[in-house]
């Protein structure tokens, strides 16, 4: 990093266009480029299925035989597994809708049987159990609440636990993990009131006190999911240079009773409504320096690599959704008559349920694969636990939206509603509403198609050298196409033929091996298409927005159907009854996800977005203000797009509250 690159990312919140207003770090396109990349891990000391799909390598031995749990290890989860279906059927999920909280009963019977020590270590006082088995828990949970699911997930795969288990001290591990386990719940902060995932402008500071020996924290958090009742905090601040040390922004545990901290609100939203959200002020906040995670500056690094495992718990809940989405769907369908039948004899409605079926052994099958990969620890999962997230999310919302539809105006209606005229309260409704989110929490489909797309043509990039850097000159960039047409003289021949292309090939697989063939040909075919990206745009290829995501959808695409046929077998050779059936969801799963691939394909030459770019450039300068004219916008004069703050103690009483 470039010594004024470092400068920008090391300045304290002190820049301010006046007083009282929110304090600015200024960061040039550039300098917030170069933040996102310190953070990233760039280095892959293990094996990954995902990253060689984008490079044509469809190596299936990374992930068949599916990998598998040992008996031990299925047995404990099953074990709890038992015991948290028990608490969660006595959950009455209509009152956390209806009252906007979850009872703090409800939190104290899961903490008894452990709920929230799921992933930490039994020497920890956790239950140690596998990501799979934590998947499985995640989907009852949900079920019983989204919220629930919300609540629990982002105290353990993104709170406390999760980063003090993978970079804290053996100090640490012992001053917190035991806390988690017995139930203080625990969050994570890093979104600001004007920064999302810009992270180079936080604002929020950790100055070190003259002893060394704390930080003083100040700044504003918002939409701190779990900050209104949370014991322990994952604060990420921005430690100023200091003693020679560039300082950057940092990661720290901090209690959440501790003085100087404010929850000033509680937030409310659309779906999850009993989710436990807030707007958190901290005020000269004395945080140990024992409790800082890793080194200065390695916070962003730690976030990333919390989430690499993290981002799984998104994919559950949506796992969860399409199972009941599938069972409501399947009753109501054989239930109601239209015409003399049953509307699930209709063609246009066993359209939806077939894909309402599909999808669902799709999302548990992405899961499922995930999970056990991330177990197992031989594979690097970054780009895998990614695309789970960003397919899941995409694709469950699409089948809430259809079970709507297929459920017509009761799906529209409340579960209140349709109780209290003595009909079978399905919250058909709630559910989309609760769904929505996914595609944005833990990184919007937006920001996951780039993450994901940076690591899919890292080669191209490393490759390319200058040729994809804007700013080098004309010297550099002949010298950067010699040394890349060595890489691809050697690459590219590689992508003409593969076993993709012989009839004999995954034969083990039955009629579900030319799902696998097709996977490896269009493995192959990806790759050629994102070098003639690379070729066509070179260091324009970064503001392809458009054809990048549509590089990564493929992508997810070819990673689900792989998962789709590994399970299949897996479950074939454990119960034949249930592997043919699972043969048959898998084939149509395949079917149907290779006419999307098929249709990115097209859309990736085949397109509007030179047009979109332009007619949004109109958009943004205000030529078409007249096409906005004729309505009312009942949001003008309400305040301003994002609320001003400045440093400073809190005005207003905390809305904290302890649950225990």
Not at 78 to 100: M, P, Q
Not at 295 to 310: D, M, P, V
Not at 370 to 383: C, E, F, N, T, V
Request: net charge negative.
């Amino acid at each position: 990093m470039s010594s004024d690159v470092r400068q920008g990312a090391g300045q304290e919140a002190g820049q301010r266009e006046g007083a009282g207003t929110t304090p600015r770090v200024d960061a040039s396109e550039r300098e917030s480029r170069a933040v996102a990349e310190e953070a990233r891990e760039t280095e892959w000391r293990r094996p990954s299925f995902a990253k060689g799909l984008y490079l044509g390598h469809f190596d299936l031995d990374l992930v068949h035989p599916h990998p598998r749990a040992s008996s031990e290890d299925e047995a404990r989860g099953e074990e709890f597994l038992a015991r948290l279906r028990e608490v969660c059927a006595t959950i009455d999920g209509a009152r956390i809708e209806r009252e906007a909280r979850i009872p703090d009963e409800d939190l104290a019977r899961l903490a008894e049987i452990g709920t929230f020590g799921m992933k930490i270590p039994r020497e920890y006082g956790g239950l140690g159990l596998t990501m799979s088995a934590y998947g499985k828990a995640l989907m009852l949970i949900g079920s019983a609440h989204p919220s629930l699911g919300a609540l629990v997930s982002a105290h353990q795969s993104i709170g406390v636990p999760e980063p003090v288990k993978l970079v804290g001290t053996a100090e640490q591990k012992q001053a917190f993990l035991p806390r988690c386990a017995a139930g203080s719940i625990s969050a994570f902060l890093l979104t600001e009131p004007d920064v999302g995932s810009d992270p180079a402008r936080m604002a929020s500071t950790a100055t070190p006190t003259e002893d060394g020996t704390a930080y003083l924290l100040d700044g504003v958090k918002l939409w701190t999911t779990n900050g209104v009742v949370a014991e322990l905090l994952v604060v990420m601040a921005r430690v100023p240079e200091h003693d020679g040390q560039r300082g950057g922004i940092t990661a720290f545990v901090v209690d959440g009773t501790a003085e100087g901290i404010t929850v000033e609100r509680r937030n409310s939203f659309m779906g999850l409504k009993g989710i436990e959200n807030g707007l958190t002020r901290f005020h000269q906040v004395r945080v140990p320096a024992g409790n800082r995670l890793g080194k200065e500056g390695e916070g962003l690094r730690i976030a990333l690599t919390t989430l690499n495992a993290g981002r799984l718990s998104i994919p559950a809940m949506c796992a969860a959704a399409g199972k009941w989405s599938l069972k409501i769907a399947r009753e109501w369908s054989a239930e109601r008559v239209q015409w003399g039948r049953p509307i699930g004899e209709h063609g246009a409605v066993a359209e939806k349920i077939a894909f309402i079926a599909a999808t669902t052994y799709g999302l548990e099958s992405v899961l499922e694969l995930s999970a056990q990969l991330a177990d197992a620890g031989s594979k690097d999962i970054r780009i895998e636990a990614a695309l789970a997230k960003l397919w899941s999310s995409e694709m469950a919302w699409r089948i809430a939206d259809e079970l709507v539809q297929v459920r017509g105006g009761r799906g529209y209606e409340t579960a209140e509603s349709l109780r209290a005229r003595g009909e079978r309260a399905v919250p058909a409704e709630q559910m989309l509403r609760d769904l929505r989110i996914n595609r944005i929490f833990e990184g919007s489909t937006e920001i996951m198609h780039l993450l994901i797309a940076r690591e899919a043509v890292d080669a191209h990039l490393k490759a390319a050298g200058a040729l994809a850097e804007k700013d080098a000159t004309l010297e550099d960039k002949a010298r950067a196409a010699a040394g890349a047409s060595g890489f691809y003289a050697k690459w590219l021949p590689q992508l003409v033929a593969g076993r993709g292309a012989v009839p004999t090939s995954y034969a083990e697989f039955g009629h579900l091996a030319r799902h696998l063939r097709s996977v490896e040909r269009s493995s192959r075919k990806l790759a050629r298409q994102t070098f003639y990206g690379m070729s066509r745009w070179q260091a324009g290829m970064e503001y392809r927005q458009a054809f990048l995501g549509r590089v990564v959808d493929i992508g997810a695409e070819l990673f689900a159907m792989t998962a789709a046929c590994s399970r299949a077998e897996m479950l074939r050779t454990d119960d034949e009854a249930r592997g043919r059936s699972a043969y048959r969801l898998a084939d149509t799963f395949c079917e149907q996800s290779r006419l999307r691939v098929e249709a990115l394909f097209t859309a990736l030459w085949s397109n509007t977005d030179d047009d979109d770019r332009r007619l949004a450039q109109g958009v943004l300068a205000g030529d078409y203000t007249w096409l906005e004219e004729g309505v009312l916008d009942p949001s003008e004069g309400t305040g301003p797009w994002i609320a001003p703050w400045s440093p400073g103690a809190s005005e207003v009483e905390s809305v904290w509250r302890a649950v225990r």
